[in-house]
């Protein structure tokens, strides 16, 4: 076995005055990592090692200094996710033939909280403010959505039925863009998705969180598109007017200005 050393990639060329690149140093994690996040406030990482039949969290500063295990859980089909400055989400990996589990972990009061529980197929998306998960499941071969809030306990299905995935929320937490079909015919979702043996007809949906009012954005159809959106990876920029995403179809690259259309 060897060790790999740090190593150096430059990024870009040099420019008309001659300026040399600019040099990113490169150094390996000493051991496995299987998941990771990144701190919204951007000088943090979290990352997952698996000892067997088991998971560890672990945070650490950007250069792995300052590394500590936060928590370890009973489990290894696992993801992260960090949305709110002292909130990691811990997620099983989604899947119709078993329960979903969701755990947050709060840097602060350093407890780990279930969050979701008992739901097939779950796949989850918590606010940027934690207060709030918006996720999909799985209930007798039915696709559904929900928005949970954790301050009331309330739990709201959504008009439209979609993937958590195919989600995304704004920096304030107050709305909610989503690819979601028209029509979503019965089975064994989220993997038939994952696999690829189904393809979805997105139209593009605002849900506002405060009243649960959706509104329909853009219908690709209607619009005479000339081709069919299976939306994924959904993105917004600072200003939460130009939504980003991939279309799974093609793997295109898409953007539609809010208020204007594409």
Request: proline fraction near 5%; charged fraction near 20%.
């Amino acid at each position: 076995n060897s060790v790999a050393s740090s190593s150096s990639l430059f990024l870009g060329t040099e420019d008309e005055v001659g300026s040399l690149p600019q040099t990113l140093t490169i150094k390996p994690n000493p051991t496995a990592a299987f998941d990771f996040a990144i701190s919204p406030l951007e000088n943090q990482i979290a990352y997952l090692e698996h000892p067997p039949e088991s998971a560890n969290l672990i945070v650490a500063n950007w250069d792995n200094t300052k590394r500590e295990k936060v928590a370890s859980l009973p489990l290894t089909q696992i993801s992260l996710a960090w949305p709110a400055a002292d909130t990691i989400a811990i997620q099983t990996k989604a899947s119709y033939l078993s329960d979903g589990l969701l755990y947050f972990y709060n840097l602060k009061t350093k407890k780990l909280d279930k969050i979701i529980s008992g739901v097939r197929g779950l796949s989850a998306k918590a606010s940027p403010d934690a207060r709030y998960v918006l996720y999909s499941g799985n209930n007798n071969n039915a696709l559904f959505t929900a928005l949970y809030d954790r301050r009331t306990g309330k739990v709201d299905r959504l008009p439209f039925k979609t993937l958590a995935e195919k989600c995304v929320w704004t920096r304030e937490s107050a709305l909610v863009y989503c690819g979601a079909p028209a029509d979503t015919p019965n089975g064994n979702y989220p993997d038939i998705w994952y696999q690829g043996s189904t393809a979805l007809k997105d139209n593009l949906w605002e849900l506002e969180v405060a009243t649960k009012k959706a509104t329909l954005l853009f219908n690709p159809e209607l619009n005479n598109l000339g081709e069919t959106i299976d939306a994924t990876q959904l993105t917004l920029d600072e200003t939460n007017q130009q939504l980003y995403f991939i279309n799974k179809n093609d793997f295109s690259l898409w953007r539609l200005t809010l208020g204007t259309g594409f």
